[in-house]
Nanobody
Framework: QVQLVESGGGLVQPGGSLRLSCAAS????????MSWYRQAPGKERELVAT????????NYADSVKGRFTISRDNAKNTVYLEMNSLKPEDTAVYYC?????????????WGQGTQVTVSS
């Protein structure tokens, strides 16, 4: 069955960095766009970054632009999120997402989430 397994979250001080990983299985990874979302306590889930199936194009939320980098390795079925210059407002549960549109049918798969806490 489809699995998205995330790792790399943790506690970091403001200005620090973390690298999140998401290992995918059970579907054709190279055909899916991949995204990272995050959800802070009491807030709605928001899109952080997206990368196309080939890795040829990326998009970022304004709040993380210039600080975060999304990348993927299709040979390893893995997507990454490099987070630098972290701020307290980056504190959230980060979720890995796989998305594909086939005609009018949409496929969405989600990871379990990994906690990122930015605090002194």
């Amino acid at each position: 069955q489809v699995q998205l397994v995330e790792s790399g979250g943790g506690l970091v001080q403001p200005g620090g960095s973390l690298r999140l990983s998401c290992a995918a299985s059970g579907f054709t990874f190279s055909r899916y766009a991949m995204s990272w979302y995050r959800q802070a306590p009491g807030k709605e889930r928001e899109l952080v970054a997206t990368i196309t199936s080939t890795g040829g194009s990326t998009n970022y939320a304004d709040s993380v632009k210039g600080r975060f980098t999304i990348s993927r390795d299709n040979a390893k079925n893995t997507v990454y999120l490099e987070m630098n210059s972290l701020k307290p407002e980056d504190t959230a549960v980060y979720y890995c997402n796989a998305h594909r549109v086939y005609g009018l049918v949409q496929y969405n798969y989600w990871g379990q989430g990994t906690q990122v806490t930015v605090s002194s």
